[in-house]
């Protein structure tokens, strides 16, 4: 599984870093925020870099998202 930690808040023309942890099978945490692909579900509100970091476009709502392969986070609920 992978978590998305991150400010659930930014200003337009702000950025921010978002942060994805895959939770192995040992139980044990890796961070790999680089390696994910980020997804914004409004690039016309937030657009969201290769790195994680996050910039408000426009005021307005959008969902982010990390995905590794098969492997897909949930939701992170952002506000411009």
């Known amino acids: 599984a992978i978590e998305v930690y991150g400010e659930q808040r930014v200003s337009v023309g702000r950025a921010i870093g978002l942060r994805a942890v895959a939770l192995l099978d040992d139980g044990s945490r890796l961070d790999v925020t680089y390696q994910v692909d980020w997804h914004s579900s409004d690039a016309a509100i937030a657009v969201v870099d290769a790195w994680g970091t996050v910039t408000g476009v426009a005021p307005g709502s959008v969902r ?10 949930g939701d992170l609920e952002l506000t411009v």
């Open 64 to 73: 982010l998202h990390a995905r590794m392969g098969e492997q897909r986070s």
